[in-house]
């Protein structure tokens, strides 16, 4: 098992040198704004500009600078470690911008997956119990809709429902845990259902297709022939073996989830990665960017990682082989 | 016996288990499936009873019924299931779960998905035990290991921490049996226990549970298409074509002395080991009905080479012959007798 | 190895029609994501001597993973073997490429235990049963319908069910049309994987007469694989009991009962349950303790030393005993062969009451 890990994590090593290396390939070759001339301020002189190039390493080659930045993120720059560089656009260092609305994009795809999989497996559960009645229809006809919606409009939607309409909902932005739990939980239940909706949907047919197969099993007879309750039965044997693989799964779906939290963070206008991103991109923030891709990539491997390692341990068939 | 916890042991001399003139449908979109039409028999403690037939004859739909694992949500259920005194198919839900698994057990035909893959086998066994007894986890534990022990698995202790998928097909067998014994019930299902297994392990299979029958004091019920397996195995045999009852009795009733022309299509379809000389095989003809659209009178008689003219359109009723030996047919005792001596013995 | 104990009394100065000389099929057991590492090897054939004469059925048992399909697939290349040599009526095809096979295809079929996997789903019977025909171009194309017909009455199928789907079949007639697949190319050999074993007793007795009648209508060699000795013992000429990989013995069919040489044979025919009562109780069976071990590490000396109750040690441990003629047309691969079935009951007995049971092999 340790080795197995030792060699996972080699490849989610790989992986990141390989994403950044094509994120900077691409800004590189075709750079929104020359990031000299943004850095240089309003009106610069030909010769600014060339010191601001040289300052910012610009006018080496390619090699060197993909160099450069990568020992900025392993080793750490002034600013601490792991090194976030120095935006072009503010002039200042990323390092602690960053890591607020890391935070921010952090509470929002947890509670989302916390959301995604409660709402998921429930209606999956309940659909799967109640197969072919009016509960099965409902919930499938709900599953249909969630994997069809887009989250743009979906989000959208509901902000003008809830909140224009109904008033039920403080609208949008971020209030944050010390300003009140109760503010918090408000501003956060929109995005959070929204983004979760599309994989709530998807989740619930899993689970209802998986826990269906489970029922027909021969090992589930055997529960029963034992004697033991029907609650037992679905929840101790069926639900086990079905939502095992749903697990592996979860942890590959995180990195997706990282994409529609940009959506949802533009719709809600949360002050997270996703916004951050989306305006660096604007502007050519080639730093902004670079961070932000490592750190996604970086997530979503060591996700999917946790998540087969959890799979291994609820699965004593791949555990043992 | 180290773990008996109690038995209602009262009702001697009656059979354990009487089942009357079950019937067993199921809707589906192609009609109404007659799996099981009106079958009755009783079983005996001490016994066992072979039951015989074609693949899709309604045995397993039969004791599935009996254990309470088929019940009226899934299909429509007529007739009487007496166990102990009560009829089973009218027990509520709650009251039949804790007669499966304590009273009576059932091992399933593939012993390689019959275990839940995630679970120690020992947890799945103490699992039953805990369902049914106030005991702790750990005593359950202990009498899953002890029961292990006792169908021949080598280091119970260390087997019952391990996954079905460590354990061979046999060793799960064994699991599966344990598992069905641990409450000591008085009847125990084996649905073809033996029928995915090496002929080697079946023997040791089926010697087991004859060991265990006598051990337990249990009543047996074992499902099969081998006839070779209810020769040597069982006390009691009974044959079953498309959802009924054609013939039963004893195994000498059946193989010398059968009045069933089915039976007698059995005995000349099969290869036997010690026949001297070997003879061309005289199989049934044609195929095994449809249940939805069962033939009209006997439903054998598109197959059968005695067919009369009554055949094609009543049902023919159990006539008991000697002792417990009885057979639904229309021809008469003394030209069954005549055909099974002149046709069916010469060649067999 | 001694091969030379193979052709029977009246097999003398025949050439057989298929010879199997010291063929191996090893299946690598990796470990590894990545970069796979090689760490031991299945033994799934392991030195087979076989020879088939011309019309003669030659039946082949053994337990589950003994290697006996893994053989019928080296035998019709669907396997390559990882040694030893194959030769068709003299001819070595050991290494022929998929194009030089193709002369030899028609002469060799197979036909498979699994009468709803081993038919395509989406094509109709007759198209399957006419594909033969299609592909080695041996019938004008506006008279395969006819043949197909033809043929699917032979094997006792209705021709107007020409157009029908393998799953409106059952099994017992999904295996009619595997017959007449193999058919459809008049071939000289046709090696039958399990075919009756997923099928009822009665449907089992219609197919094992179609066969039988198949064999002298078309002058067919059959080697014909199944688990159950009693059906390989009714439709073979001679039996080969194989155990993990290796041929055990090799008896002519009328002896194999009577006088049975290898203790494996004798423990694997006591324990067929015999449809006779009376019989049943008189014989003294012979239970054989743990399961077939893994073909992975198979024990050294004789594979079977760990449950045979008549093993000796340490000889059958550290010697792997070759295969020795005992009879006219009866080879046996033991150092202690038995004198007579009788013997074997004698040795577990003996092994039963002395205070060392049998050997429980490790769980595979
Ligand atoms: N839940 C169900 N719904 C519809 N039909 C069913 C159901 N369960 C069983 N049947 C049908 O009932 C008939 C009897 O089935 P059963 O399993 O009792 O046969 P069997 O005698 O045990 O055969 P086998 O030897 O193949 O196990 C079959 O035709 C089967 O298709
Ligand atoms: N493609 C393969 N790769 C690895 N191992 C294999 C492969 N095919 C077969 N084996 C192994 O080789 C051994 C022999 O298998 P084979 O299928 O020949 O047995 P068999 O005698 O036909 O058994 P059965 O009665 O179950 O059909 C088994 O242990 C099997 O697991
Ligand atoms: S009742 Fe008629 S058709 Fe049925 S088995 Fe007897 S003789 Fe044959
Ligand atoms: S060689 Fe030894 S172990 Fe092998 S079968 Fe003969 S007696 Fe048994
Ligand atoms: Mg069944
Ligand atoms: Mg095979």
Redesign the interface.
Known sequence: MARYIARRLMWVLLVVILVTFLTFLIFFVIPPVDPAILFAGRAPSERLIEEVRQSLGLDHSFWVQYGLFVKRIFLGDEYGWPGFGLSFVTRSPIRENFLERAFVTMQLAIGAAVVWLILGVLIGLTSALKRGRWQDRASMGFALFGVSAPVFWLGLMALYIFWEKLHWLPGTGYSSFSEGVGQWFLHFLLPWVVLALLFAAFYARMVRGSLLEAFGQDWIRTARAKGLSERKVVYKHALRASLTPVVSLFGADLGTLLGGAIITETVFNLPGLGTYVVRSVQNGDLPVIMDVVVFASLAVAVMSLVADILYAYLDPRVRYS | MTHRFSRDDSNNGKPLLEVRDLKVQFPTPDGLVKAVDGVSFKIHRGETLGVVG??GSGKSVTFLTV?G?ISSRDAHLEGEVMFKGRDLLKLP?VEM??????EM??V?Q?PM???????RVGYQIA??VL??EATSKKAAWGLAVDLLGRVGI?KPAEAARR?P???????RQRA?IA??LVLNPDLLIADEPTTAL???????I??LIDRLKTEFNAAVAIIT?????????CERIQVMYAGRVTETG???DL??RGHHPYTW???????????GQ?Q??????G??PSLIFVPPGCAFHPRCPYVMDVCRTEIPTMRLEEGEHAAACHLSSEEQQRIFTEKVLQQT | MTTTSQPSTQHVGVRPLLKVSAVRKYFPVTRGIVFQKRVGDVQAVDDVDLEVYPGETVGLVGETGCGKSTLARVITKLHEATAGTLEFDGEDYTHYSRKQMRPLRRQMQIIFQDPYASLNPRKTVGSIIGDPFRIHRIVAKDRIKGSVQELMERVGLSPEHYNRYPHEFSGGQRQRVGVARALALTPRLIVCDEPVSALDVSIQAQILNLIEDLQTEFNLTYLFIAHDLSVVRHVSDRIVVMYLGKIAEIAPQADVYRDPKHPYTATLLSAVPIPDPELAKARRRIILQGDVPSPINPPSGCRFNPRCPRAQFPICATEEPLLREVGPGHTVACHFPLADAGDLIEDSRRRAGSDSPLPTPPAV
Do not use: C, N, W
């Open positions: 074609e693949s254990m694992l839900e779960r804790h007669i499966r698994g304590k057990g059932m399933f593939d998905t019959s275990l839940h893959p995630m679970y699992e039953a369902a049914h080598p996954y998928h460590e354990f061979s097909g046999g060793m599966m598992m069905s090496d002929v080697t392990v079946q023997a040791q089926l010697d298409h081998d006839l070779g397996v209810v020769a040597e195995h004893t195994g000498d193989f010398y299509g059995l005995l000349q379809s099969i290869p036997r080991l010690d026949a070997t061309r095989l005289l199989p049934i003809k195929l095994p």
